[in-house]
């Protein structure tokens, strides 16, 4: 439904007072709206039109059908409110990605005092997704959430509805998730790594751990010691009963560097920077060894 400007923001002012941002939220009368649908109108209508028709033709039958049609409407109204009432969301997983692309959020849903059926949730502009939950239990769904731009990204405000049973009158609510998603930098393509030096400058260390690899020298041998790692030339030379230590080397760290992107704006940057740590990690594993930091002078962002 379009809304003028104004009332729309009252209106929006309105419901962020009355249904503050939680992390988790339960469904009650001060949460719930309910209005009948266009075939709510329109069997009330039907309604309306036997109970005239009744009394003009002094008719008992006709006056009872629309005195039930309108009882059962009655009771509509309870049982549409009655199932949401006591509905329970909280925040789940979240799955963050890149700018411009889509993140995921996941609802899980439980319920406490009684069953709930045919309940669609959805976020502004988005196609609904039904659920049911039993009583006792609890369900998770996951909705899709558009990252416009890079950084955190807040749930919008969760429609939550039902038409359950008759379809005659619609309950609803919005519910505002303390839930949000990463959008990570969108990745840029750039033919110039902006890092230090290349493979010739890194330096190697080592990670401290026992290997097979590289060796480090000898120490004194030890009851226990593998035999394979025993000095036997050193000892047949007079040397002593030495064995031999190696280590696991680990790649050199390679770091990319913020000021090495001059004249580009703060998005660019970091959008090469992405596509480059994505590239190290990927391609070259041995080069990359894991450790991939960005230098941007003033901090890591």
């Not at 075939?39 to 309306?48: N, P, Q, T």
């Not at 006709?62 to 969301?89: D, E, K, P, Q």
């Not at 996941?106 to 069953?115: C, K, M, P, S, T």
Request: with cysteine; aromatic share 12%.
């Amino acid at each position: 439904m379009l809304m003028p400007a104004p009332i729309r923001n009252l209106y929006e002012r309105w419901l962020a007072r009355r249904l503050p941002p939680a992390r988790q939220v339960v469904l009650d009368q001060r949460r719930i709206f309910i209005f009948p649908t266009g075939y709510g109108f329109f069997y009330l209508l039907v309604s309306a039109l036997l109970f005239i028709g009744g009394i003009n033709y002094e008719n008992n039958l006709i006056l009872a059908l629309a005195f039930l049609l309108a009882s059962l409407f009655m009771v509509a109204i309870l049982h549409t409110f009655r199932n949401l009432s006591g509905l329970g969301m909280r925040n789940g997983d979240s799955e963050s990605g890149f700018a411009g692309e889509e993140g995921a959020l996941e609802i899980v849903l439980f319920a406490q005092r009684r069953d709930h059926h045919c309940v669609w949730l959805r976020w502004p502009d988005q196609d609904g997704q039904q659920i049911s939950i039993r009583r006792g239990e609890e369900e998770s769904l996951w909705l899709n959430l558009p990252l416009p731009e890079r950084g955190r990204v807040t749930a919008p405000r969760l429609r939550v509805e039902s038409r359950f049973p008759l379809g005659l009158l619609r309950s609803w609510s919005y519910v505002s998730m303390d839930h949000y998603c990463l959008a990570w930098p969108r990745p840029q393509e750039s033919p110039d790594c902006p890092a230090d030096g290349g493979k010739e400058n890194q330096q190697s260390f080592s990670s401290g751990q026992t290997g097979n690899d590289e060796f480090q020298g000898l120490r004194n041998y030890t009851a226990g010691d593998s035999l394979r790692r025993v000095d036997w030339k050193g000892y047949a030379r007079g040397r002593g009963l030495n064995t031999k230590q190696f280590e696991e080397p680990v790649g050199g760290r390679l770091w990319l560097r913020w000021d090495r992107l001059q004249g580009l704006g703060e998005e660019q940057r970091l959008s090469i920077l992405c596509y480059w740590i994505l590239q190290l990690g990927s391609a070259a594993p041995t080069l990359w060894s894991g450790v991939a930091r960005a230098d941007t002078g003033s901090g890591y962002r």
